[in-house]
């Protein structure tokens, strides 16, 4: 539906003294739901709350925890860049880019002495390996 800006204009203030000559009739009916519903809301924020929690243990810490699981640190060893994220995907059950991966691993691979090299067939990083 296209509208005039007149008409745009029009129907957001006809919205807005809707809303508010009917806001006490919605908050009286959003309680009296709550009230009848009262499990269902308390099961709802509990598991939204552990889908959180999940979520964020995912994301914290967690390509270090791949690297103290998964990887095998020696300066002989090398890997392929997408080699090493499909195994993180693969362990964290995730769908991470190379890109992603890489600009978060950067700083933990100094730490550890990780390099990147680049070659013809695409990203190297010396200094680590999958566990088989």
């Given at each position: ?6 008409a ?8 807005r ?10 908050n ?105």
């Amino acid at each position: 539906m296209h509208l005039s800006d007149e008409a745009r204009k029009a129907k957001a203030a006809y919205q807005r003294e809707y809303r508010r000559q009917h806001k006490e009739q919605f908050n009286a009916y959003n309680r009296r739901w709550r009230a009848k519903n009262k499990d269902k809301v308390l099961r709802y924020n509990e598991a939204y709350w552990e889908r959180k929690a999940k979520q964020s243990k995912k994301n914290d810490n967690s390509i270090e925890l791949f690297i103290e699981e998964k990887c095998i640190l020696q300066r002989d060893l090398s890997i392929s860049n997408k080699q090493l994220v499909q195994s993180f995907n693969v362990w964290n059950g995730s769908n991470i880019s190379n890109t992603k991966f890489s600009l978060e691993f950067k700083d933990i691979a100094l730490l550890l002495g990780i390099s990147k090299k680049r070659n013809k067939y695409g990203t190297i990083r010396q200094g680590v390996d999958i566990r088989l």
